[in-house]
């Protein structure tokens, strides 16, 4: 036969591939990453590399501006010199470094606000910075916040000193609040969209030792925070007033495993992510599959309140993030320890979390409570 194209052969082929999409995925070596995953007609999957830069460092974290298709990164180096990074995506997948500019170090989230700005949660050094863009070499800080303890918290070990651990802007764009797992504070201020500065607001005072590591807001009104030393989820309602400054109240805490019970020692909660009204939390060292760890969800009335559902596999150890696609069917799970990307199917209408449907290691392992292995995960939506 000659070497013309069967086109029965041409048009199968493009039917068994369905659909794909791209993930992006950090690594603690200092390298930023697009997996593609593709499904089938025939109701499988596939997950492979597509592409990957390194933008030194030691990438914790990345926020992604889907109107500019910008990857903005932390770096949680905590020696010599840390870095912001501005990373575009093609829609092929193609990776471009853009913009880096020093910060302090230990960065471990960052989050987007105003207009035109970043801010930055600096767990080792005790700081919250914010910064104008587009990054530019040698730019230096908006403003920088330090905070200090009288002493060591209810766990000294782990509350030594302020940790800030995320950067959160509310619903109306108006306020940031920071959870400080060192200090036991959800920190915040109110934003000057236009010049991009804050001003400090009273902070929420959580029980001693609960460690509050990272939130995510339920509509306007309702707010949970994951608690990394209590391994609790927290929610509070949210009170805005006619002027002044934003208010939390507790209204429920619940741990992440099943019955209320408490965590094993040396568990500790990570992300708190929400998707219609289901909320998710990440168990890291529960071995509740041993060897793997766990994804805890539950379902939310409205007027908040959470029920647990179910914990299922992570599919690897030490689940740092999660997060669901915009169709509600899959849920990416980045587990740092393993450094493999788990991909696993979700039931949109139950919120529930179902089978394994295809994982992937990307660079080198990681050891358990170590700053190593895979840091994030995030669809390009």
């Given at each position: 036969m000659s070497g013309r194209l069967n086109p029965l052969l041409f048009v199968s082929a493009l039917l068994d591939i369905a659909s794909a999409a791209n993930i992006f995925v950090s690594h603690y070596t200092g390298t930023i990453n697009v997996l593609t995953l593709t499904s089938t007609s025939s109701g499988g999957y596939t997950l492979t590399q597509n592409s990957s830069l390194n933008v030194g460092g030691q990438p914790s974290w990345m926020t992604f501006d889907s109107s500019s298709r910008t990857i903005y990164s932390s770096d949680e180096t905590g020696w010599g010199s840390a870095a912001i990074t501005a990373v575009t995506v093609a829609t092929n997948g193609a990776l471009k470094l853009i913009g880096k500019t020093n910060a302090p170090l230990g960065g471990v989230h960052n989050a987007l606000y105003g207009d035109g700005y970043i801010a930055h949660a600096h767990y080792q050094m005790s700081q919250v910075s914010t910064f104008k863009l587009p990054l530019t070499s040698g730019q230096g800080p908006l403003e920088t916040f330090t905070f200090t303890m009288s002493g060591k918290g209810t766990n000294p070990s782990r509350q030594d000193a302020p940790h800030p651990h995320q950067a959160l802007v509310?619903?109306?764009?108006?306020?940031?609040?920071?959870?400080?797992?060192?200090?036991?504070?959800?920190?915040?201020?109110?934003?000057?969209?236009?010049?991009?500065?804050?001003?400090?607001?009273?902070?929420?005072?959580?029980?001693?030792?609960?460690?509050?590591?990272?939130?995510?807001?339920?509509?306007?009104d309702i707010l949970y925070i994951g608690n990394e030393l209590a391994n609790t989820v927290n929610a509070f309602h949210v009170t805005y007033p006619a002027s002044g400054c934003l208010s939390l109240s507790l209204t429920q805490s619940l741990t992440t495993l099943a019955g209320n019970k408490t965590a094993p020692s040396g568990t500790k909660v990570g992300e708190v992510y929400i998707k219609d009204k289901y909320l998710y939390a990440t168990n890291r060292r529960d071995l509740s599959f041993s060897p793997n760890d766990s994804i805890a969800s539950f379902s939310l009335d409205d007027a908040g309140a959470m029920t647990f559902q179910q914990i299922t596999s992570s599919g690897g150890t030490y689940p740092r993030t999660f997060a669901i696609n915009k169709a509600g069917d899959l849920a990416v799970i980045g587990d740092q320890t393993t450094a493999n990307v788990v991909i696993v199917k979700r039931d949109p209408a139950t919120g529930l979390l179902g089978t394994q449907v295809a994982s992937m290691r990307i660079g080198t392992v990681g050891q358990p409570e170590n700053d190593d292995g895979l840091s994030a995960v995030l669809w390009d939506e």
């Amino acid at each position: 036969m000659s070497g013309r194209l069967n086109p029965l052969l041409f048009v199968s082929a493009l039917l068994d591939i369905a659909s794909a999409a791209n993930i992006f995925v950090s690594h603690y070596t200092g390298t930023i990453n697009v997996l593609t995953l593709t499904s089938t007609s025939s109701g499988g999957y596939t997950l492979t590399q597509n592409s990957s830069l390194n933008v030194g460092g030691q990438p914790s974290w990345m926020t992604f501006d889907s109107s500019s298709r910008t990857i903005y990164s932390s770096d949680e180096t905590g020696w010599g010199s840390a870095a912001i990074t501005a990373v575009t995506v093609a829609t092929n997948g193609a990776l471009k470094l853009i913009g880096k500019t020093n910060a302090p170090l230990g960065g471990v989230h960052n989050a987007l606000y105003g207009d035109g700005y970043i801010a930055h949660a600096h767990y080792q050094m005790s700081q919250v910075s914010t910064f104008k863009l587009p990054l530019t070499s040698g730019q230096g800080p908006l403003e920088t916040f330090t905070f200090t303890m009288s002493g060591k918290g209810t766990n000294p070990s782990r509350q030594d000193a302020p940790h800030p651990h995320q950067a959160l802007v509310d619903p109306t764009g108006n306020f940031l609040l920071v959870p400080d797992l060192g200090a036991d504070l959800i920190r915040i201020w109110s934003i000057n969209k236009a010049s991009g500065k804050l001003t400090a607001c009273p902070s929420f005072t959580q029980v001693g030792g609960t460690g509050p590591r990272h939130g995510v807001f339920y509509g306007k009104d309702i707010l949970y925070i994951g608690n990394e030393l209590a391994n609790t989820v927290n929610a509070f309602h949210v009170t805005y007033p006619a002027s002044g400054c934003l208010s939390l109240s507790l209204t429920q805490s619940l741990t992440t495993l099943a019955g209320n019970k408490t965590a094993p020692s040396g568990t500790k909660v990570g992300e708190v992510y929400i998707k219609d009204k289901y909320l998710y939390a990440t168990n890291r060292r529960d071995l509740s599959f041993s060897p793997n760890d766990s994804i805890a969800s539950f379902s939310l009335d409205d007027a908040g309140a959470m029920t647990f559902q179910q914990i299922t596999s992570s599919g690897g150890t030490y689940p740092r993030t999660f997060a669901i696609n915009k169709a509600g069917d899959l849920a990416v799970i980045g587990d740092q320890t393993t450094a493999n990307v788990v991909i696993v199917k979700r039931d949109p209408a139950t919120g529930l979390l179902g089978t394994q449907v295809a994982s992937m290691r990307i660079g080198t392992v990681g050891q358990p409570e170590n700053d190593d292995g895979l840091s994030a995960v995030l669809w390009d939506e």
